[in-house]
């Protein structure tokens, strides 16, 4: 009696364990898109951070819809997932690009910590 309950035990610690990464993958995925910005907010952060003016304003925008209207494209084609993620993976390349080109190397780098840091 003694051995079955500490092999129980021992089967209940693995379920617990092998399950808590996933709970906690889950749980940022979660956390991520409660705190998703709209490109208005997203536009506001930039122009205070980046201090962009009005023309540099309206690119950014433009550059953020087409870039999020691609994707919805890509997304509703239902794809394998594979091919689906290179695609859109592609189009994320492309708005860097874009984003480089409009900002310069100086804003395009305080841009890129912007995100790293979750503020976009």
């Known amino acids: 009696m003694k051995q079955i309950s500490i092999i129980l035990v021992a089967i209940f610690s693995m379920i617990v364990l092998v399950q808590e990464p996933v709970l906690s993958q889950t749980q940022k995925k979660e956390e991520k898109k409660e705190v998703k910005l709209t490109i208005e907010q997203k536009i506001d952060i930039l122009t205070k951070e980046l201090n962009l ?9 433009k ?4 870039t999020q ?16 993620k290179k695609k859109i993976e592609t189009i994320k390349d492309n708005q860097k ?4 080109r409009l900002l310069g190397s100086n804003r395009y780098a305080k841009y890129t910590q912007l995100k790293k840091k979750n503020v976009l």
């Open 53 to 61: 003016n009005k023309q540099e304003q309206l690119a950014a925008k």
């Open 63 to 66: 550059i953020l819809v087409d």
């Open 69 to 84: 209207n691609y994707k919805k494209k890509i997304k509703d084609l239902d794809l394998p997932k594979k091919e689906e």
């Open 97 to 100: 690009n874009k984003l480089k």
